[in-house]
Nanobody
Framework: QVQLVESGGGLVQAGGSLRPSCATSGSIFESAIMGWYRQAPGKQRELVAKIAVHGSTNYLDSVKDRFTISRDNARNTVYLQMNSLKVEDTAIYYC????????????????WGQGTQVTVSS
């Protein structure tokens, strides 16, 4: 059974840093594009950053130069280093995995974590 478990959110003042992590189980990590999404109250969920199997990355424009996504294939874990946090970064952050190819009878299955709250105060 595939599980994505986020941790490391919290409350921080503007300008501070957080480093949420997402641990995966179910033998998908080495074949998955891993991503972090966020959803603020009243807004649609948006992609913050993603990292491919071999390490190439993409970022939302508003977080470039502040956030860094990384993956540890030995620990089946993806991280999001968030620096210079702003009040507008406040949201629930969700981990996402998209498996490349077939897994468990499905093509490119998509998995989500339960989310971790990030709150940035002014």
């Amino acid at each position: 059974q595939v599980q994505l478990v986020e941790s490391g959110g919290g409350l921080v003042q503007a300008g501070g840093s957080l480093r949420p992590s997402c641990a995966t189980s179910g033998s998908i990590f080495e074949s998955a594009i891993m991503g972090w999404y966020r959803q603020a109250p009243g807004k649609q969920r948006e992609l913050v950053a993603k990292i491919a199997v071999h390490g190439s990355t993409n970022y939302l424009d508003s977080v470039k130069d502040r956030f860094t996504i990384s993956r540890d294939n030995a620990r089946n874990t993806v991280y999001l280093q968030m620096n210079s946090l702003k009040v507008e970064d406040t949201a629930i952050y969700y981990c996402n995995a998209v498996v490349i190819g077939y897994y468990s009878g499905r093509a490119n299955p998509n998995y989500w974590g339960q989310g971790t709250q990030v709150t940035v105060s002014s």
